[in-house]
């Protein structure tokens, strides 16, 4: 049987061709990922990745307490206490540059179960540290695994259809939310306030079990992107892939992608990082470099700030070293369901681009109000109420950053590009500790003025992706 020749391909139309009685239909991906529709695939994928998130925001902010506990328990100074604060960011800088580039070359799937494999041995090691340096060493690691997390987001944001984008990449936050709100309840539960002098362990025990369970779903549930399969010649796979997914959400793969469907390849070169300042691309990849440093910067200093202000290492009781006002953390974290939920109402309708320079206006005028309030120290219902709007509007923003880079970025740059953008991010959580916790109130409200300015003249400059395909970019 003679092959049909094909003549030049729109990429965005399905072509069919007739040879006798059989059919060739070529799909471009986007078609194909359309056909796919939204079910429980979708929905698999997404629980693995959102474990993911649970655990980037558990280790990172398990610190937060770690931090004051072993300050006082360890007697280490400030600096070393800033310090021990920072090595997650340190890591995590070095694998968002490695394992990020990894993705676009090898594949999404191996760099996913790797990222997770290290958070959930490193983290699990972390309780068994007897010293600082072994402590900044495993939680250097367990930063290194964490710089790969970007990488099933993308992988989730590559299987959803157009409509169904932006709200289940902001469910996804849930999960971090959801990470959020354990940290202090585990902490309550394994170290209390001055308790148990090995509560701190079973502490980082308990928090290393949210990327456990991403690890071993992740080796069983999730799939390699069909959009990266594409791009690499294997459109065999792809399409197996897909008809795969058509099944478990309840679809006929057969009618979905009838005998006869090919996929369109892709052909783009493998991403470097030099890619990303390439006359295309270096005006966006500036930008967006500076809008990550300059927001993670803020949530983490806000996270940060409130732990400071909640904190009291001069404790009544004698026995005591430390003591948190659990309740009013709690309620802090708490809000960031509310900043994901207000993203999901509003992000479709405002855009991308002011939804974050709302958020990013009226967290900053929160957290900063906290800060001088904080000052005082009488009035607790305020600075329980100014510390939830700080994290409410910081949450939002950071929902929205994570989905306009993963829409702005095309697919074969993707993980490359998203992943340099969180190791810049990963620099300013790593300055935030210095300075959040020896800066004077008037110097470190003036600091986060001055990064929200920098960071919102930033943003306002990207392009709007709201209802765009994951391949289209403004020009």
Not at 26 to 55: H, N, P, T
Not at 218 to 247: D, H, M, N, Y
Not at 273 to 283: A, G, I
Request: include cysteine.
């Amino acid at each position: 049987m003679n092959t049909p020749s094909i003549g030049p391909i729109d990429s965005t139309n399905i072509l069919s061709y007739q040879n006798g009685k059989a059919a060739v239909t070529l799909l471009s991906i986007d078609d194909a990922i359309e056909r796919l529709g939204y079910g429980r695939f979708q929905v698999r994928v997404m629980i693995a990745a959102g474990l993911c998130f649970a655990a980037d925001a558990m280790e990172v902010l398990l610190l937060t307490f770690l931090a004051v506990v072993l300050q006082a328990e360890w007697d280490l100074s400030s600096q070393e206490t800033a310090f021990l604060t920072g090595t997650v960011f340190i890591g995590a800088t070095f694998g968002t540059l490695i394992l990020g580039p990894l993705g676009d070359q090898v594949g999404r799937r191996p760099i996913f179960i790797l990222a997770a494999l290290l958070i959930s041995v490193f983290g699990v090691a972390t309780a068994f540290c007897d010293d600082l340096f072994s402590l900044c060493l495993t939680r250097m690691v367990v930063g290194f695994g964490i710089g790969g997390l970007t990488v099933p987001f993308d992988i989730l944001a590559e299987v959803l259809p157009t409509n169904q984008r932006s709200k289940n990449l902001l469910y996804i936050e849930y999960f971090w939310t959801a990470g959020t709100l354990l940290v202090p309840l585990f902490a309550y539960l394994a170290i209390g306030n001055g308790g148990d002098a090995d509560g701190w362990r079973y502490f980082c025990v308990l928090c290393a079990i949210p990327c456990i369970v991403s690890a071993m779903l992740g080796t069983w549930l999730v799939p390699e992107s069909p959009r990266w399969l594409v791009t690499v010649g294997q459109e065999e796979r792809a399409l197996e892939i897909l008809r795969q997914a058509a099944t478990t959400n309840g679809l006929d793969a057969n009618k979905v992608f009838p005998e006869g469907t090919w996929l369109q390849r892709e052909d783009h070169p493998d991403a470097t990082m030099c890619d990303l300042f390439s006359p295309s691309w270096r005006r966006i990849t500036i930008r967006l470099w500076i809008t990550w440093g300059g927001t993670m910067f803020l949530y983490y200093g806000t996270i940060l700030a409130i732990t400071l202000v909640f904190a009291n290492d001069n404790a009544n009781d004698k026995n005591t070293l430390f003591e948190f006002d659990y309740q009013a953390i709690f309620v802090s974290c708490s809000a960031e369901f509310f900043g994901t939920a207000f993203c999901i109402l509003l992000v479709d309708r405002v855009g991308r681009i002011p939804m974050q320079v709302i958020s990013l206006l009226l967290g900053v005028i929160s957290v900063m109000a906290m800060i001088f309030f904080a000052a005082d120290g009488n009035n607790r219902s305020l600075l329980v109420g100014l510390a939830f709007f700080a994290r409410w509007f910081m949450m939002s923003l950071t929902c929205t950053l994570w989905i306009s880079t993963a829409e702005i970025l095309t697919t074969e740059i993707r993980t490359t590009g998203h992943s340099a953008a969180n190791a810049v991010a990963r620099i300013g959580g790593f300055l935030a500790p210095f300075c959040v916790a020896q800066a004077s109130t008037p110097t470190l409200a003036m600091t986060m003025a001055g990064v929200a300015i920098f960071a919102g003249v930033a943003l306002s400059g990207l392009p709007e992706t709201t209802g765009k395909s994951m391949g289209v970019r403004e020009k």
